[in-house]
């Protein structure tokens, strides 16, 4: 696999630093690597697709709140299309892999969540009520640009025969990257707006640090139960 880092922006690089054996827990996760080689058994995947889609619903909300709480009209503009993104295109991929298994979108939007989705879920939704904008940006950000990097790195096992082509093509996908690009876009304004040019010197730092941390650390714990829900 490739180590590169891609270019979401000055701010993820900073802080993807700041939590670099976290983030690796998350990308290198063995259900990335189940992914990657097709190993990953369908019935992981399965739960996983159903927790995720509900995961999924939950993180539009927060990016709705992204909307309530913007600051400038570039905040709600990009917020706006990012909840478009998720829940008219994202979430296709749930729908479809779920209808193949005979599960309706009701079935999956009532699925009884797992305490790993409450708790990410949760924790995000939390970040914007009791935080700022960025709070709720820096609670957000580990999500979209790790199944960036994931994409990525995982493009050249999308090969026929894979059973998880589909889902490698989405996330590695021109359109999931730009998205990415422009939630960098997003957090590095949202930084030099509320915190300046130079943010690791300012008093705020370790604690914006510390929302990336847990959210990339939730983020694994996702994985984790994708993998035992496969097993029961
Ligand atoms: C848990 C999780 N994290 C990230 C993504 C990518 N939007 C996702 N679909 N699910």
């Not at 080689?37 to 995720?52: C, N, V």
């Not at 939390?126 to 820096?138: A, K, Y």
């Not at 590095?188 to 915190?195: K, S």
Request: charged residues 20%; aromatic residues 12%.
């Amino acid at each position: 696999m490739t180590d590169t880092i891609p270019n979401y922006g000055k701010h993820f690089s900073l802080l993807r630093a700041g939590c670099s054996e976290q983030w690796q827990q998350y990308i290198e996760h063995d259900f990335v690597a189940g992914l990657a080689d097709g190993s990953l058994p369908e019935k992981s995947f399965l739960q996983y697709m159903i927790q995720d889609y509900v995961y999924l619903m939950h993180y539009s909300r927060a990016w709705a709140l992204g909307v309530v709480k913007a600051e400038c009209p570039e905040e709600m503009r990009l917020c706006a299309a990012t909840v478009d993104s998720l829940i008219n295109h994202e979430l296709s991929i749930h729908v479809k892999t779920c209808a193949a298994q005979g599960i309706s979108e009701a079935e999956i939007y009532d699925a009884k969540e797992e305490l790993e989705t409450i708790a990410y879920t949760r924790y995000v939704l939390d970040s914007g009520l009791q935080g700022d904008f960025l709070d709720l940006v820096l609670a957000l950000a580990p999500c979209a640009f790790g199944y960036g990097e994931i994409g990525l790195r995982l493009k050249p096992y999308a090969v026929a025969g894979n059973p998880y082509k589909d889902w490698i093509d989405i996330y590695s996908g021109e359109q999931y990257q730009q998205a990415c690009v422009d939630i960098g876009h997003l957090l590095d304004l949202a930084i030099a707006r509320r915190v300046g040019d130079a943010p690791e010197q300012s008093p705020r730092w370790q604690q914006m640090q510390q929302r990336f941390t847990t959210a990339t650390e939730l983020e694994a714990q996702f994985w984790s139960m994708g993998l035992r829900a496969g097993r029961s």
